[in-house]
């Protein structure tokens, strides 16, 4: 399966959740088909969701702030909701997953997994859609940035539109991959690729 593919089974995943003063608060994240009906993301990013929408899949979301799920139809594509089926995840995330099912979809294709062992070195993607680049979480990540550096993190990830990402595997430890990749919030829920099949999320 190729990148292009791996898009066509990627979709924007907005999730909902209730504040202390019982506000709605939108937030949003990645998920991917992995069957007719079934999708997977990060289970972080559905913790405490009282409501969740997926997305067409491969649609590009500008205005992230300004999607109302409420609306079945829009310029960003229709959306269906989703129900949490089951969730696996350990305190340092090193498992951190949820599996999401969607009432009444048959799609006709979805990425295949892959248990395979990756060599070091290898390059692997992330096709995914970036959120907004806070200045705070870009301080932390990056301490040296200045505002050219931020200018092109925006320009390299652009919030709310279907991104590949590429990155170096450094090594494999306890079924964690890790990675020298460049990646945001909003990318959490992401399959990794590897030859075109999922290895990761």
């Avoid at 399966?1 to 990627?10: E, H, K, L, W």
């Avoid at 559905?46 to 139809?73: C, E, M």
């Avoid at 089951?86 to 048959?106: E, K």
Wanted: net charge neutral; proline share 5%; with cysteine.
């Amino acid at each position: 399966m190729t990148t292009s593919n791996a898009a066509d089974c990627t979709s924007l995943l907005s999730v909902e959740r209730r504040n202390r003063e019982g506000e709605t608060i939108t937030s949003f994240g990645t998920a991917f088909w992995v069957g007719r009906n079934t999708l997977v993301t990060a289970a972080h990013v559905v913790d405490k969701s009282v409501a969740r929408y997926v997305y067409a899949a491969g649609i590009a979301f500008h205005n992230l702030d300004n999607s109302l799920p409420g609306l079945t139809q829009g310029p960003r594509g229709s959306h269906s909701p989703c129900k949490i089926v089951d969730r696996l995840s350990s305190s340092d995330f090193s498992v951190d997953i949820a599996i999401l099912s969607v009432s009444g979809m048959n799609l006709k294709h979805w990425l295949p997994l892959t248990a395979m062992d990756i060599p070091d070195g290898e390059i692997i993607e992330i096709v995914g859609y970036p959120g907004f680049h806070k200045d705070a979480w870009l301080g932390r990540k990056y301490p040296n940035f200045d505002d050219d550096d931020e200018e092109t993190a925006k320009k390299l990830l652009p919030a709310g539109n279907l991104t590949v990402t590429k990155g170096q595997v450094v090594s494999t430890q306890n079924s964690v991959i890790l990675s020298r990749m460049s990646t945001c919030p909003g990318f959490s829920g992401s399959p990794v690729l590897y030859k075109g099949k999922v290895c990761g999320i």
